[in-house]
Every structure is written in C-alpha cells, then in structure tokens.
C-alpha cells in the first residue's frame, strides 16, 4: 500500500512536470521539461508495475531529447521501431496496446506533420494514454493526459477558427 501511495505521488510530480513543459514559450525549455516528464512517468509507471507504459514513456523521453537536435525521418523510424520492438513482448492486455499506438502515431506526427494536423494526431496520441493511464490507475498519468487534451482541442479550437477568420 505504501509503494503504490508513493508511486502516485511521483505521478504527481510528472503531472506538475507536464504542465510546465506545456506553460513553456520557448521550444527548447518545452522538451527539456518533457524529458524530465516522461523520465518522471516511466519510474511512477514502473513502480505500478506498468511495464508497456515505463518503457513507451523512456522511449518517448529519448524522442523528446533527440528531437532537440535533429527532425529526419530516420530517426522517426527508429524510435517507431525501437517502440514496437521493445513494448509488444511485454503487452499482456489489449489496453496496453494504447500507448504504443498512441505513441508511435506521436512519433510520426512530431517528425512529419505541422499545424491543425500536427494537433490532432498529438490529440489521438493523448487519448490514448489518458485511457491507458485510467486503466492502471495512474492518477497523475490520468489527469495531465486529461489536461493535454483539454489544452490541445481548446488549441485546435482556436486555430480552427483563425482560418475560417476573413482576411
């Protein structure tokens, strides 16, 4: 009882690191925070016995790093296949397939997409999480993906209506 009690109170230190990295106005302070973010989620996912969602979450951190230095396309795949390679072994319940979905359409939508379509490829990204997050229980896990999708459909929302906006 006492691990658990401290596993979700490391999701709440995550959830206090996601929404950082989401207030940030320079792009490199916001995947530095998401670095820190998933490396914070992947021991709180640890320590709840999640292992698809520890190692998606370590994968998603590199990516985030990486990203930092590099967009092409070779490194999109192999993060793609570094995460299918290393999750599916481990999957024992079809609602662990969530994350590794959700984050291998993240993945190609970070090295591949741009605007409204961008968003909501990172929208379908969150829901999966979220809903792999509710299943385990994860209370930080489950309220920044909520968060992250409140925050990207208001974003989408508003970008929407800038087009459609006369010139």
Known sequence: MTLMLFAQLVGGVAFIFGIMAFLQKD????????????????VHFA????????????????????????????????????LIGMTLPNVSSPVELLPIIGSAVGTWALFSASGIKMRSFILFNSACWFTHNMWIGSIGGSLVEGTFLIANTATIYRLCMKQHEPA
């Open 27 to 42: 792009d490199l302070r916001f995947r530095y925070c998401m670095v820190a973010f998933c490396f914070i989620m992947m």
């Open 47 to 82: 320590m709840m016995g999640a292992v698809v969602g520890a190692i998606g979450v370590a994968i998603n951190g590199i990516r985030a790093f990486v990203s930092i230095k590099t967009r092409s396309k070779r490194a999109m795949w192999f993060f793609i296949v570094i």
